[in-house]
Protein backbone atom coordinates (compact mmCIF):
# COMPACT_ATOMS: atom_id res chain seq x y z
CA UNK A 1 0.00 0.00 0.00
CA UNK A 2 1.39 3.34 -0.82
CA UNK A 3 2.16 6.15 1.41
CA UNK A 4 0.01 8.86 1.38
CA UNK A 5 1.08 12.57 1.10
CA UNK A 6 3.40 14.36 3.53
CA UNK A 7 1.82 18.07 3.38
CA UNK A 8 2.89 21.00 5.10
CA UNK A 9 -0.43 23.36 6.07
CA UNK A 10 0.70 27.18 6.38
CA UNK A 11 -2.05 28.79 8.26
CA UNK A 12 -4.40 27.25 11.21
CA UNK A 13 -7.97 29.65 10.17
CA UNK A 14 -11.13 27.42 9.08
CA UNK A 15 -9.24 26.49 5.95
CA UNK A 16 -6.53 25.17 7.44
CA UNK A 17 -8.04 22.99 9.91
CA UNK A 18 -10.72 21.85 7.66
CA UNK A 19 -8.25 21.04 4.88
CA UNK A 20 -6.28 18.98 7.72
CA UNK A 21 -9.21 17.15 9.11
CA UNK A 22 -9.80 15.87 5.14
CA UNK A 23 -6.28 15.33 4.62
CA UNK A 24 -5.59 13.49 7.63
CA UNK A 25 -8.46 11.46 6.64
CA UNK A 26 -7.36 10.07 3.69
CA UNK A 27 -3.88 8.84 4.96
CA UNK A 28 -2.06 12.04 4.58
CA UNK A 29 1.00 12.93 7.16
CA UNK A 30 0.46 16.21 8.42
CA UNK A 31 1.44 18.87 9.75
CA UNK A 32 -0.03 22.04 10.82
CA UNK A 33 1.69 25.19 11.28
CA UNK A 34 0.70 28.84 12.94
CA UNK A 35 2.20 31.81 13.36
CA UNK A 36 0.06 33.33 16.40
CA UNK A 37 -0.66 31.47 19.43
CA UNK A 38 -4.05 30.10 18.90
CA UNK A 39 -5.65 28.40 15.74
CA UNK A 40 -9.09 29.89 14.35
CA UNK A 41 -7.87 32.39 12.01
CA UNK A 42 -10.76 34.84 12.44
CA UNK A 43 -13.14 32.68 14.14
CA UNK A 44 -12.45 33.59 17.64
CA UNK A 45 -13.10 34.88 20.95
CA UNK A 46 -12.94 38.49 22.33
CA UNK A 47 -12.57 37.79 26.87
CA UNK A 48 -13.06 40.42 29.25
CA UNK A 49 -10.15 39.61 31.07
CA UNK A 50 -11.97 40.75 34.49
CA UNK A 51 -14.62 38.43 34.30
CA UNK A 52 -13.83 35.93 31.67
CA UNK A 53 -16.97 36.73 30.03
CA UNK A 54 -16.47 36.30 25.86
CA UNK A 55 -18.24 36.79 23.19
CA UNK A 56 -17.53 35.87 19.30
CA UNK A 57 -14.69 38.06 17.90
CA UNK A 58 -15.34 37.73 14.50
CA UNK A 59 -18.22 35.38 12.43
CA UNK A 60 -21.44 34.92 14.43
CA UNK A 61 -24.14 34.14 11.39
CA UNK A 62 -23.84 30.77 10.39
CA UNK A 63 -25.52 30.52 6.52
CA UNK A 64 -25.54 27.02 4.71
CA UNK A 65 -25.58 24.25 7.98
CA UNK A 66 -25.85 21.53 5.23
CA UNK A 67 -22.74 22.64 3.71
CA UNK A 68 -20.65 23.00 6.86
CA UNK A 69 -21.95 19.97 8.89
CA UNK A 70 -21.56 17.40 5.47
CA UNK A 71 -18.09 19.02 4.76
CA UNK A 72 -17.01 18.06 8.57
CA UNK A 73 -18.31 14.97 8.43
CA UNK A 74 -16.22 14.22 5.84
CA UNK A 75 -13.63 15.30 7.60
CA UNK A 76 -14.49 12.58 10.78
CA UNK A 77 -16.35 15.07 12.59
CA UNK A 78 -19.99 13.41 13.73
CA UNK A 79 -22.53 16.68 13.54
CA UNK A 80 -23.96 15.75 16.97
CA UNK A 81 -20.53 17.45 18.13
CA UNK A 82 -21.64 20.54 16.36
CA UNK A 83 -24.76 22.00 18.33
CA UNK A 84 -26.65 24.45 16.06
CA UNK A 85 -29.28 26.94 17.40
CA UNK A 86 -31.78 28.26 14.75
CA UNK A 87 -32.68 31.98 14.75
CA UNK A 88 -36.07 32.58 14.78
CA UNK A 89 -36.88 35.56 13.82
CA UNK A 90 -33.67 35.70 11.03
CA UNK A 91 -32.99 38.90 12.47
CA UNK A 92 -34.47 42.40 12.32
CA UNK A 93 -33.97 45.81 10.09
CA UNK A 94 -34.04 49.05 11.94
CA UNK A 95 -34.66 51.62 9.00
CA UNK A 96 -34.03 55.75 9.76
CA UNK A 97 -37.44 56.69 10.22
CA UNK A 98 -37.93 54.29 12.80
CA UNK A 99 -39.63 51.50 11.05
CA UNK A 100 -38.15 47.75 11.48
CA UNK A 101 -39.24 44.92 9.16
CA UNK A 102 -38.60 41.18 10.77
CA UNK A 103 -36.78 38.73 8.48
CA UNK A 104 -38.74 35.53 9.29
CA UNK A 105 -37.71 31.63 7.58
CA UNK A 106 -41.47 30.55 6.61
CA UNK A 107 -42.38 32.19 3.17
CA UNK A 108 -45.48 32.86 3.76
CA UNK A 109 -44.46 34.56 7.11
CA UNK A 110 -42.27 36.83 5.27
CA UNK A 111 -44.71 37.70 2.48
CA UNK A 112 -47.14 39.14 5.45
CA UNK A 113 -44.01 41.37 6.97
CA UNK A 114 -43.12 42.90 3.46
CA UNK A 115 -47.13 43.59 2.45
CA UNK A 116 -47.41 45.58 5.92
CA UNK A 117 -44.57 47.34 5.15
CA UNK A 118 -44.63 47.59 1.70
CA UNK A 119 -47.89 47.24 0.44
CA UNK A 120 -47.93 45.76 -3.56
CA UNK A 121 -44.45 44.23 -3.25
CA UNK A 122 -44.96 40.85 -1.78
CA UNK A 123 -45.66 39.27 -5.22
CA UNK A 124 -42.07 40.23 -5.91
CA UNK A 125 -40.61 38.44 -2.58
CA UNK A 126 -42.35 35.03 -3.70
CA UNK A 127 -41.56 35.77 -7.08
CA UNK A 128 -38.06 36.08 -6.04
CA UNK A 129 -37.77 32.82 -3.86
CA UNK A 130 -39.14 30.82 -6.33
CA UNK A 131 -36.64 31.63 -9.27
CA UNK A 132 -33.72 31.52 -6.69
CA UNK A 133 -34.86 28.08 -5.22
CA UNK A 134 -34.65 26.60 -9.08
CA UNK A 135 -31.83 28.51 -9.62
CA UNK A 136 -29.56 27.31 -6.31
CA UNK A 137 -28.56 23.85 -7.18
CA UNK A 138 -27.43 25.38 -10.51
CA UNK A 139 -25.20 27.85 -9.20
CA UNK A 140 -24.02 25.83 -6.33
CA UNK A 141 -22.89 23.23 -8.57
CA UNK A 142 -21.23 25.82 -10.59
CA UNK A 143 -19.61 28.78 -8.81
CA UNK A 144 -19.20 26.84 -5.33
CA UNK A 145 -18.17 23.50 -6.58
CA UNK A 146 -16.44 24.12 -9.13
CA UNK A 147 -12.68 25.50 -9.96
CA UNK A 148 -11.58 27.53 -13.09
CA UNK A 149 -7.96 26.33 -13.69
CA UNK A 150 -8.96 27.88 -17.41
CA UNK A 151 -11.20 31.02 -17.50
CA UNK A 152 -12.23 29.81 -20.38
CA UNK A 153 -14.13 27.28 -17.94
CA UNK A 154 -15.93 29.27 -16.47
CA UNK A 155 -17.57 30.99 -19.77
CA UNK A 156 -18.83 27.66 -21.22
CA UNK A 157 -21.58 27.97 -22.61
CA UNK A 158 -23.89 26.28 -20.15
CA UNK A 159 -22.33 27.92 -17.29
CA UNK A 160 -22.89 31.49 -18.93
CA UNK A 161 -26.57 30.52 -19.63
CA UNK A 162 -26.50 30.03 -15.38
CA UNK A 163 -24.93 33.70 -15.02
CA UNK A 164 -26.78 34.96 -16.90
CA UNK A 165 -30.30 33.45 -15.18
CA UNK A 166 -28.09 34.96 -11.61
CA UNK A 167 -27.92 38.27 -13.03
CA UNK A 168 -23.87 38.14 -12.25
CA UNK A 169 -23.05 41.14 -14.60
CA UNK A 170 -25.57 42.89 -12.44
CA UNK A 171 -24.33 44.22 -8.79
CA UNK A 172 -26.24 41.68 -5.95
CA UNK A 173 -28.57 45.33 -5.52
CA UNK A 174 -29.56 45.76 -9.15
CA UNK A 175 -30.57 42.44 -9.35
CA UNK A 176 -32.30 42.71 -6.07
CA UNK A 177 -34.47 45.48 -8.22
CA UNK A 178 -35.11 43.05 -10.63
CA UNK A 179 -37.78 41.74 -7.96
CA UNK A 180 -38.26 45.43 -5.59
CA UNK A 181 -39.43 48.49 -5.91
CA UNK A 182 -38.92 50.21 -2.89
CA UNK A 183 -35.11 51.47 -1.99
CA UNK A 184 -35.96 49.88 1.55
CA UNK A 185 -36.86 46.43 0.35
CA UNK A 186 -33.89 46.58 -2.38
CA UNK A 187 -31.40 47.21 0.75
CA UNK A 188 -33.22 44.53 2.65
CA UNK A 189 -32.35 41.99 -0.08
CA UNK A 190 -28.78 43.35 -1.02
CA UNK A 191 -27.09 44.42 2.15
CA UNK A 192 -26.00 40.31 2.61
CA UNK A 193 -22.92 41.42 0.33
CA UNK A 194 -21.71 42.74 3.60
CA UNK A 195 -21.36 39.14 4.54
CA UNK A 196 -18.23 38.79 2.63
CA UNK A 197 -17.30 42.20 2.88
CA UNK A 198 -18.70 43.74 -0.65
CA UNK A 199 -20.98 46.85 -1.49
CA UNK A 200 -24.35 45.76 -2.22
CA UNK A 201 -23.83 48.49 -5.66
CA UNK A 202 -20.04 46.60 -6.31
CA UNK A 203 -20.73 42.86 -5.99
CA UNK A 204 -21.46 40.87 -8.84
CA UNK A 205 -25.55 39.30 -8.46
CA UNK A 206 -24.05 35.36 -8.54
CA UNK A 207 -24.21 36.32 -4.62
CA UNK A 208 -28.12 37.14 -4.57
CA UNK A 209 -27.97 33.46 -3.34
CA UNK A 210 -27.02 34.95 0.48
CA UNK A 211 -30.57 36.40 1.18
CA UNK A 212 -32.20 33.72 -0.84
CA UNK A 213 -29.95 31.31 1.57
CA UNK A 214 -31.13 33.00 4.45
CA UNK A 215 -34.78 31.86 3.91
CA UNK A 216 -34.32 28.28 2.99
CA UNK A 217 -31.72 27.17 4.71
CA UNK A 218 -32.32 29.21 8.10
CA UNK A 219 -30.01 31.22 10.18
CA UNK A 220 -28.06 29.82 12.90
CA UNK A 221 -25.64 29.68 15.37
CA UNK A 222 -22.83 27.49 17.63
CA UNK A 223 -24.13 26.66 20.78
CA UNK A 224 -21.40 28.45 22.63
CA UNK A 225 -20.38 30.86 20.17
CA UNK A 226 -19.19 30.31 16.68
CA UNK A 227 -15.69 30.76 17.86
CA UNK A 228 -16.35 26.76 19.44
CA UNK A 229 -15.81 25.59 16.26
CA UNK A 230 -12.04 25.58 15.60
CA UNK A 231 -11.87 24.28 19.59
CA UNK A 232 -13.98 21.69 18.84
CA UNK A 233 -11.61 20.73 15.37
CA UNK A 234 -8.24 21.43 17.27
CA UNK A 235 -9.54 18.48 19.19
CA UNK A 236 -10.08 16.15 17.21
CA UNK A 237 -6.84 16.86 14.91
CA UNK A 238 -5.40 16.41 18.34
CA UNK A 239 -7.15 13.03 19.03
CA UNK A 240 -5.32 11.95 15.90
CA UNK A 241 -1.78 12.92 16.28
CA UNK A 242 -1.68 15.53 14.14
CA UNK A 243 1.14 17.35 14.57
CA UNK A 244 0.23 21.33 15.46
CA UNK A 245 2.53 23.95 15.36
CA UNK A 246 1.67 27.38 17.09
CA UNK A 247 3.90 30.65 17.25
CA UNK A 248 5.57 29.23 13.87
CA UNK A 249 6.41 31.77 11.53
CA UNK A 250 6.76 30.34 7.29
CA UNK A 251 9.59 31.98 6.05
CA UNK A 252 9.56 30.75 2.23
CA UNK A 253 7.89 28.04 0.53
CA UNK A 254 11.03 26.18 -1.23
CA UNK A 255 9.72 25.93 -5.22
CA UNK A 256 12.25 24.07 -7.36
CA UNK A 257 11.91 22.93 -10.99
CA UNK A 258 7.79 23.86 -10.77
CA UNK A 259 7.54 22.77 -7.51
CA UNK A 260 7.05 23.10 -4.39
CA UNK A 261 9.27 20.90 -2.18
CA UNK A 262 8.73 22.31 1.19
CA UNK A 263 8.77 25.57 3.84
CA UNK A 264 12.02 27.16 5.38
CA UNK A 265 11.14 28.02 9.23
CA UNK A 266 13.57 29.60 11.37
CA UNK A 267 15.67 29.58 8.75
CA UNK A 268 15.85 25.95 8.39
CA UNK A 269 14.31 23.88 5.27
CA UNK A 270 11.84 21.16 5.71
CA UNK A 271 10.78 18.87 2.57
CA UNK A 272 7.59 17.84 2.09
CA UNK A 273 5.07 16.86 -1.12
CA UNK A 274 2.74 19.66 -0.95
CA UNK A 275 2.26 22.72 1.28
CA UNK A 276 -1.35 24.11 1.15
CA UNK A 277 -1.03 27.55 2.27
CA UNK A 278 -4.46 29.25 4.04
CA UNK A 279 -4.37 32.47 4.76
CA UNK A 280 -5.21 36.01 2.64
CA UNK A 281 -3.60 35.08 -0.66
CA UNK A 282 -1.58 38.17 -1.04
CA UNK A 283 0.33 37.13 1.98
CA UNK A 284 1.43 34.15 0.08
CA UNK A 285 2.82 35.84 -2.57
CA UNK A 286 6.51 37.20 -0.63
CA UNK A 287 7.10 33.44 0.41
CA UNK A 288 7.61 32.97 -3.66
CA UNK A 289 10.67 35.45 -3.06
CA UNK A 290 12.19 34.75 -6.31
CA UNK A 291 9.93 33.20 -8.43
CA UNK A 292 8.27 34.74 -11.21
CA UNK A 293 4.46 33.92 -9.90
CA UNK A 294 5.29 36.32 -7.08
CA UNK A 295 5.36 39.24 -8.44
CA UNK A 296 1.88 41.26 -9.53
CA UNK A 297 1.43 43.83 -11.93
CA UNK A 298 -1.92 45.65 -10.08
CA UNK A 299 -2.38 44.69 -6.10
CA UNK A 300 -5.23 43.00 -5.35
CA UNK A 301 -8.25 45.45 -3.51
CA UNK A 302 -9.15 44.33 -0.42
CA UNK A 303 -12.18 43.99 1.27
CA UNK A 304 -14.47 46.75 3.65
CA UNK A 305 -12.67 46.86 7.48
CA UNK A 306 -14.74 46.47 10.16
CA UNK A 307 -14.81 48.54 13.71
CA UNK A 308 -15.78 46.25 16.12
CA UNK A 309 -17.12 46.91 19.32
CA UNK A 310 -17.62 44.71 22.13
CA UNK A 311 -19.78 45.02 25.34
CA UNK A 312 -20.41 43.54 28.45
CA UNK A 313 -23.89 45.33 30.41
CA UNK A 314 -25.89 45.10 33.51
CA UNK A 315 -29.29 44.98 31.56
CA UNK A 316 -31.47 42.70 29.09
CA UNK A 317 -33.76 44.30 26.77
CA UNK A 318 -36.68 42.60 25.62
CA UNK A 319 -38.52 42.01 22.18
CA UNK A 320 -35.49 41.72 20.14
CA UNK A 321 -33.82 39.59 17.95
CA UNK A 322 -30.09 37.98 18.18
CA UNK A 323 -28.93 39.74 14.60
CA UNK A 324 -29.90 43.23 13.72
CA UNK A 325 -29.35 45.28 11.04
CA UNK A 326 -29.56 49.55 11.72
CA UNK A 327 -29.79 51.77 8.23
CA UNK A 328 -29.11 55.34 7.56
CA UNK A 329 -31.21 57.23 5.56
CA UNK A 330 -29.28 55.67 2.78
CA UNK A 331 -27.41 53.10 2.75
CA UNK A 332 -26.20 53.19 -0.68
CA UNK A 333 -24.84 56.37 0.03
CA UNK A 334 -23.12 55.61 3.65
CA UNK A 335 -21.54 52.35 1.77
CA UNK A 336 -19.88 54.30 -1.09
CA UNK A 337 -18.47 56.54 1.30
CA UNK A 338 -16.74 53.54 2.75
CA UNK A 339 -16.38 51.11 -0.57
CA UNK A 340 -15.75 54.12 -2.99
CA UNK A 341 -14.22 57.10 -0.91
CA UNK A 342 -12.23 55.23 1.57
CA UNK A 343 -13.97 57.57 4.23
CA UNK A 344 -16.16 56.90 7.43
CA UNK A 345 -19.26 58.18 6.73
CA UNK A 346 -21.28 60.76 8.40
CA UNK A 347 -24.14 58.30 9.24
CA UNK A 348 -22.78 54.69 9.71
CA UNK A 349 -24.85 51.57 9.12
CA UNK A 350 -24.05 49.19 11.92
CA UNK A 351 -24.93 45.32 12.82
CA UNK A 352 -25.40 44.01 16.52
CA UNK A 353 -25.30 40.61 17.67
CA UNK A 354 -27.19 39.73 20.92
CA UNK A 355 -26.55 36.07 21.81
CA UNK A 356 -28.82 35.71 24.54
CA UNK A 357 -31.69 35.89 22.36
CA UNK A 358 -30.58 32.03 21.40
CA UNK A 359 -28.39 30.85 24.59
CA UNK A 360 -29.26 32.68 27.64
CA UNK A 361 -26.13 31.05 28.62
CA UNK A 362 -24.59 33.45 26.94
CA UNK A 363 -24.43 36.28 30.16
CA UNK A 364 -25.23 35.90 33.80
CA UNK A 365 -28.52 36.14 34.40
CA UNK A 366 -30.09 39.75 33.96
CA UNK A 367 -26.75 41.04 31.91
CA UNK A 368 -25.93 40.61 28.19
CA UNK A 369 -22.72 40.71 25.74
CA UNK A 370 -23.35 42.15 22.55
CA UNK A 371 -20.90 42.61 19.31
CA UNK A 372 -21.50 46.16 17.12
CA UNK A 373 -19.77 45.75 13.62
CA UNK A 374 -19.46 49.09 12.22
CA UNK A 375 -18.06 48.65 8.03
CA UNK A 376 -15.63 50.83 7.63
CA UNK A 377 -12.34 51.21 5.53
CA UNK A 378 -9.59 48.96 6.03
CA UNK A 379 -6.15 50.21 7.48
CA UNK A 380 -4.42 51.89 4.31
CA UNK A 381 -4.99 55.48 5.18
CA UNK A 382 -7.30 56.21 8.45
CA UNK A 383 -5.69 57.08 11.69
CA UNK A 384 -7.93 54.08 13.95
CA UNK A 385 -6.29 55.22 17.00
CA UNK A 386 -8.45 58.15 17.43
CA UNK A 387 -11.06 57.26 14.49
CA UNK A 388 -11.89 53.94 15.61
CA UNK A 389 -13.01 55.19 19.36
CA UNK A 390 -14.79 58.35 17.66
CA UNK A 391 -16.97 56.12 15.73
CA UNK A 392 -17.84 53.93 18.51
CA UNK A 393 -19.21 56.67 20.67
CA UNK A 394 -21.49 57.61 17.73
CA UNK A 395 -22.64 53.81 17.11
CA UNK A 396 -23.14 53.60 20.71
CA UNK A 397 -25.13 56.58 20.70
CA UNK A 398 -27.30 55.78 18.02
CA UNK A 399 -27.94 51.87 19.00
CA UNK A 400 -29.11 53.58 22.53
CA UNK A 401 -31.24 56.04 20.89
CA UNK A 402 -33.06 53.31 18.16
CA UNK A 403 -33.35 49.80 20.19
CA UNK A 404 -31.11 49.83 23.38
CA UNK A 405 -32.69 51.98 25.92
CA UNK A 406 -30.11 52.83 28.73
CA UNK A 407 -27.07 51.18 26.59
CA UNK A 408 -24.52 53.37 27.33
CA UNK A 409 -25.24 53.15 31.43
CA UNK A 410 -25.11 49.74 31.57
CA UNK A 411 -21.99 49.20 30.18
CA UNK A 412 -19.66 47.22 32.57
CA UNK A 413 -16.67 46.56 30.13
CA UNK A 414 -16.13 47.44 26.44
CA UNK A 415 -13.45 46.78 23.93
CA UNK A 416 -12.38 48.00 20.60
CA UNK A 417 -10.68 46.23 17.18
CA UNK A 418 -10.04 48.58 14.60
CA UNK A 419 -9.01 47.79 10.44
CA UNK A 420 -5.56 48.14 12.29
CA UNK A 421 -6.11 45.85 14.53
CA UNK A 422 -6.95 43.22 11.53
CA UNK A 423 -3.91 44.01 9.61
CA UNK A 424 -1.75 43.06 12.53
CA UNK A 425 -3.02 39.79 12.86
CA UNK A 426 -2.11 39.30 9.26
CA UNK A 427 -5.49 40.20 7.36
CA UNK A 428 -4.88 41.95 4.19
CA UNK A 429 -4.53 45.98 4.55
CA UNK A 430 -6.88 45.37 7.77
CA UNK A 431 -9.97 43.85 5.29
CA UNK A 432 -11.92 41.57 7.88
CA UNK A 433 -12.90 39.90 4.58
CA UNK A 434 -9.94 38.83 2.38
CA UNK A 435 -9.65 40.25 -0.85
CA UNK A 436 -12.93 42.12 -2.02
CA UNK A 437 -15.79 39.88 -3.80
CA UNK A 438 -15.69 42.41 -7.12
CA UNK A 439 -16.14 41.42 -10.68
CA UNK A 440 -12.62 41.58 -11.18
CA UNK A 441 -11.47 39.23 -8.25
CA UNK A 442 -14.60 36.67 -8.88
CA UNK A 443 -15.07 33.05 -10.30
CA UNK A 444 -11.95 32.50 -12.75
CA UNK A 445 -10.69 35.92 -11.86
CA UNK A 446 -10.16 34.63 -8.23
CA UNK A 447 -7.13 32.50 -6.91
CA UNK A 448 -7.60 29.13 -7.50
CA UNK A 449 -7.60 26.41 -4.93
CA UNK A 450 -4.62 25.59 -6.62
CA UNK A 451 -3.23 29.25 -7.55
CA UNK A 452 -0.41 28.52 -9.82
CA UNK A 453 -0.37 26.24 -13.48
CA UNK A 454 3.28 26.54 -13.02
CA UNK A 455 3.92 25.65 -9.51
CA UNK A 456 3.09 22.29 -8.51
CA UNK A 457 2.44 20.79 -4.89
CA UNK A 458 1.31 24.11 -4.11
CA UNK A 459 -2.81 24.64 -2.66
CA UNK A 460 -4.31 28.10 -1.08
CA UNK A 461 -7.74 28.07 1.04
CA UNK A 462 -9.07 31.02 2.38
CA UNK A 463 -11.09 34.15 2.38
CA UNK A 464 -9.76 35.35 -0.51
CA UNK A 465 -9.14 32.17 -2.55
CA UNK A 466 -12.23 30.95 -4.76
CA UNK A 467 -15.08 30.55 -3.96
CA UNK A 468 -14.92 33.39 -1.53
CA UNK A 469 -15.78 34.49 1.59
CA UNK A 470 -17.87 33.08 4.76
CA UNK A 471 -17.22 30.56 6.89
CA UNK A 472 -18.86 27.22 5.10
CA UNK A 473 -17.65 28.31 1.31
CA UNK A 474 -14.24 28.97 3.15
CA UNK A 475 -14.39 25.19 4.12
CA UNK A 476 -15.80 24.60 0.48
CA UNK A 477 -12.76 25.72 -1.07
CA UNK A 478 -10.40 23.56 1.37
CA UNK A 479 -12.27 20.82 0.64
CA UNK A 480 -11.38 21.48 -3.16
CA UNK A 481 -7.75 22.07 -2.67
CA UNK A 482 -7.95 18.56 -0.72
CA UNK A 483 -9.19 17.10 -3.55
CA UNK A 484 -7.28 18.87 -6.43
CA UNK A 485 -3.53 17.93 -4.02
CA UNK A 486 -5.03 14.39 -3.49
CA UNK A 487 -5.82 13.84 -7.22
CA UNK A 488 -2.49 15.18 -8.43
CA UNK A 489 -0.22 13.02 -5.57
CA UNK A 490 2.15 10.65 -7.27
CA UNK A 491 4.41 8.98 -4.36
Known amino acids: MSRGPKVAIV ?49 TIVLLPEMLLSILEEGGVERERIKLIEADPLYRIHYSDGRTMTKRRKPEDQAKEIERLFPG ?17 GAKASVLERTFPRKRDFFAPRQVRMLGRLQAHRSVRAAA ?9 IDAYSLQSLYIGGQPAGTPGVYSILPYAEHDFGIWMIEGGYARLPVILEQELRSRGIEIRLNTRVE ?52 SGCVMVYLGTSKRWTDTA ?32 NPIELDPQA ?17 SSTAWSKEGRRLARKVLQAAERRGFPGLRESIKWIKLRTPEDSRQDGNYVGGSFGIAPILTQSGPYR ?20 PGGGVPIVMQGARMAVNQLLKEWNP
Open 121 to 137: ESEGYIRYMNQMREMYP
Open 11 to 59: GGGIGGLTAALLLSRQGAQVTLIEGRDRLGGRIAFERNEEDGRRIDQGP
Open 447 to 466: PQPKPFKSIDGLYAAGASVH
Open 252 to 303: RLTVEQGRCRGIVTGGMPETYDAVLFNGDFPNLLPLLEGQPEAKRKNPYRPS
Open 177 to 185: SRYFKHEDL
Open 363 to 379: APEGESVLYFLIPAPDA
Open 322 to 353: AHQFFLPDSLTDSLKTVFERGMIPANPSFYVF
